[in-house]
């Protein structure tokens, strides 16, 4: 009897020893879940944006609203991949003012077509109930929307809801906004390497223009540039000095505008232009059917037709501002795609103006390489030429 009681006795203390390593061992294994559960989801950062505000978001964000669904050219280059998949909804304006890119990727990602789309913030078309019911991490606005955010108070409804706004800017300021915009992204999106990959690659790109300038101290030319060719009739519509204005700087020419100009964008009169004979006129411009149908627009962009280009390019040689001028004179008009002024693509652009303004300087220098080799490396489908017309003289 004695023997039996033992034996019961040391059984139920093994048993109990047993059942308290076990609770234990579950208490450690939740703790445990718990801290890998804190580490793995979403952590909130503070970033500054464009406008110098700081604004608290949780990263990596999954769920993206563009206020400008341009700002695809960058999420591309980082989303290489899949670049809609983030994205809940956009502004049109990629849709209607680059139909070509647009195509290239509902091409390849078809439901970019189901992305719900909105108008401008400026013209009253963004529909702010609509951006919370689809419950966006960020949105992304340029910060030439300010004013109207605003003036709607847009900022502080969002706010309340846990909707954060960050200001991004590739077109007031793109040579001092640029780089950082794109580490913005890189950081919001849980790419920060990538970004670090694509601005080390656009600064080596502007390097091979502005080294060359600096080291040979060229004769500058005189430029203007027209601004939205065809987008509207209106002459003459130009940039200060910045975004092309800059480039043109860059490039080793001189923005006859540059001091006419005090901000991004405005416009001189004809006759400015007539007593300043500029030695080249470079149109931006761009596939504008959805704006100006049948317009005197010059369809540069992804896959445009070199001739139909330069056959639409000379209708700017007979602009009464231009008539007598010496790039009339000597053949040298020339249209780029309008929208190298709003992407991270501009080193493009600085290199083919170089090549306009400096052919020999730049024999061996290769723009379209250039872009192809940023195809191959940071976008989701091959380079297309067109994005580039000049006029012989047969073209006049």
């Not at 689809?134 to 109207?148: C, G, S, W, Y």
């Not at 080390?200 to 939205?228: C, G, L, M, Y």
């Not at 931006?284 to 627009?297: K, Q």
């Amino acid at each position: 009897m004695t023997f039996t009681f033992q034996h019961r006795w040391a059984g139920m203390l093994v048993s109990f020893i047993l059942i308290c390593f076990l609770a234990t061992l579950f208490i450690v294994l939740n703790q445990s879940k718990g801290i890998a559960a804190a580490v793995a989801s979403p952590g909130t950062i503070t970033v500054t944006d464009l406008l110098g505000r700081q604004v608290q978001v949780r990263t990596p964000v999954q769920r993206v609203l563009l206020g400008e669904g341009r700002l695809l050219y960058i999420v591309a280059a980082l989303d290489t991949e899949n670049p809609i998949k983030r994205i809940i909804g956009w502004r049109k304006d990629l849709i209607q003012a680059d139909p070509d890119t647009y195509a290239l990727y509902r091409q390849k990602f078809p439901k970019i077509a189901d992305i719900p789309t909105f108008g401008g913030f400026e013209d009253g078309a963004f529909d702010i109930e609509q951006a919370i019911i689809q419950k966006p991490d960020v949105i992304f606005l340029n910060i030439e929307a300010q004013r109207a955010i605003d003036e709607a108070r847009y900022i502080e409804k969002l706010s309340a809801l846990g909707i954060p706004v960050v200001y991004v800017d590739f077109r007031h300021a793109p040579m001092e906004n640029t780089e950082p915009t794109l580490r913005l992204f890189g950081k919001l999106f849980g790419k920060e390497a990538r970004a670090e990959q694509l601005i080390a690659f656009r600064t080596q790109q502007i390097r091979r223009v502005t080294d060359v300038i600096a080291a040979h101290q060229p004769s500058r030319p005189k430029v203007f540039i027209e601004r939205i060719g065809g987008y509207t009739t209106d002459c003459c519509l130009s940039f200060g000095d910045e975004n092309f204005g800059k480039f043109v700087e860059l490039a080793g020419g001189r923005n006859i505008a540059k001091d006419s100009i005090p901000g991004t964008f405005g416009q001189l009169n004809p006759e400015q232009i007539i007593a300043t004979n500029p030695d080249h006129v470079v149109v931006t411009s761009a596939n504008w059917e959805a704006y100006v149908p049948n317009g005197n627009w010059v369809g540069v962009g992804p896959g445009a037709n070199p001739g139909e280009a330069a056959r639409k390019l000379a209708f700017y040689t007979k602009r009464p501002a231009y008539t007598n001028i010496t790039a009339n004179k000597n053949h040298a008009f020339h249209a780029i795609w309008h929208q190298f002024y709003n992407n991270p693509y501009q080193f493009v652009a600085i290199q083919q103006l170089a090549k306009w303004f400096h052919p020999a300087l730049f024999a061996d220098l290769d723009p379209e390489a250039s872009f192809r080799e940023l195809h191959e490396r940071f976008l989701p489908f091959d380079y297309q030429p067109g994005y580039f017309a000049t006029l012989s003289r047969s073209d006049q």
